[in-house]
């Protein structure tokens, strides 16, 4: 028999997957790994929806090869753990990210920052160190790297920890290296959906004031109400926006859209920062003279290290901070996607994967 993802590993798996950039998500038998020695084995609990699945399953940023099995915010449960591991024992929970391995050598991985080593093995869609492409969490069990395995706090609900893996991290990690962690400051979070959301949590617990910019204005009540935004501006009011000209020490933007810069860093006093955590399919226009004038910048940021990953998830703990879900069956996947490219949805799908996945 010829190798496929069903027969080249002896562990039998099965998962949603899509097959074309259609992004229809269909079920899928696939194979994972034996456990190896470094190696732990886990029955997936749940996993959310990041607007980069959506990406993905779409092939909007051209580097998708089908069949993709999505999924990089995962909660399970260990089930049999490699003689040489010892972060985890059976019955632990663990979570992963993005990411399943890296060189471990380079000054990045070194440095902690295994998301910026240029051999990182994405968690879905990237060939893996013996040669095969990598599956994400829409699945049943997951083998992975115990240096890439997230201790899950007790006191963090386990639907509600997926997403902080990969939406979480994304936007704690810039707060932190762009010094925007200071009690006091003023931040602007544009869009306010997965990452959006959690970056106002998280701001919030850090002291900051945090305004939202969003281009509904429905979303206000509940920004202000419900997460604890102290301020929120619709973008498309010129007037809002001309007020709140030159007050904010930074902006974390998370749009997943082309979208226009130029009113964002407006938005900044001088020395202000504009970090890019959204990845837009196409590259977006950059206005110079107001970043001369004001001496600002824009910068970016992907993910996390390993290490920050778990002080991230650790301070959520800490700080109570538990995303806004809304839990779906497996099989409500394609409508939930059809939701997320609108928006809708407050303010992530986490899919119920031990309860709803069912073998065909
Ligand atoms: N840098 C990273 O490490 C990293 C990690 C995760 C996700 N991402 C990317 O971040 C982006 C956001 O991810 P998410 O899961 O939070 O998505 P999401 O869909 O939950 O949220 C995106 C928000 O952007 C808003 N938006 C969409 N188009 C807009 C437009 N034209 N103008 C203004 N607002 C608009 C939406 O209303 C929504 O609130 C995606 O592009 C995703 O791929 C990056
Ligand atoms: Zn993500
Ligand atoms: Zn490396």
Not at 91 to 96: E, L, S
Not at 154 to 175: E, F, M, Q, R
């Amino acid at each position: 028999m010829a190798m496929s993802s069903e027969n080249e590993h002896p562990v039998k798996a099965f998962g949603w997957a899509a097959r074309d950039s259609s992004g229809h998500l269909s079920p899928f038998k696939f194979s994972r790994r034996a456990t190896q020695e470094k190696d732990v084995t886990f029955k997936v609990l749940y996993c959310g929806i990041c607007h980069s699945d959506l990406h993905n399953v779409k092939n909007e940023w051209g580097i998708t090869s089908y069949p993709v099995i999505p999924g990089h915010e995962i909660v399970g449960v260990v089930t049999e753990v490699g003689a040489k591991v010892t972060k985890f024992k059976v019955g632990d929970k663990v979570g992963v990210g993005c990411m399943v391995g890296s060189c471990r050598s380079c000054a990045n991985c070194k440095d902690n920052l295994e998301n910026y080593c240029p051999k990182m093995i994405l968690t879905y869609g990237t060939k893996y160190y013996d040669g095969t492409i990598t599956h994400g969490g829409y699945s049943d069990i997951m083998v992975l790297d115990e240096h890439f395995g997230i201790k899950i706090p007790d006191n963090l609900p386990l639907d509600g920890s997926a997403l902080i893996l990969c939406a979480g991290i994304t936007v704690y990690s810039p707060l932190k290296y762009y010094g925007l962690d200071k009690a006091g400051m003023h931040l602007g979070v544009v869009g306010l959906g997965g990452l959006g959301h959690m970056a106002v949590k998280f701001a919030k617990a850090m002291g900051l004031k945090v305004t939202v910019i969003s281009t509904s204005p429905n979303k206000k009540k509940e920004a202000m109400e419900h997460l604890g935004a102290d301020e929120f501006l619709v973008s498309r009011n010129t007037e809002e926006m001309q007020f709140a000209m030159d007050t904010m020490d930074g902006i974390i933007d998370t749009v997943s859209a082309v979208h226009s810069l130029l009113p964002l860093i407006g938005l900044l006093k001088n020395n202000g920062k504009l970090v890019m955590v959204g990845a837009p399919e196409k590259p977006l226009e950059l206005p110079i003279m107001p970043l001369l004038l004001g001496r600002k910048i824009v910068g970016g940021s992907n993910i996390g290290g390993i290490k920050e990953t778990q002080e991230m998830i650790d301070f959520a703990a800490k700080h109570n901070i538990v995303a806004d879900i809304e839990v779906i069956p497996m099989d409500y996947v394609n409508t939930a996607m059809e939701r997320l490219s609108k928006a809708d949805v407050k303010y992530r799908f986490v899919i119920d994967i031990a309860n709803s996945l069912k073998p065909i």
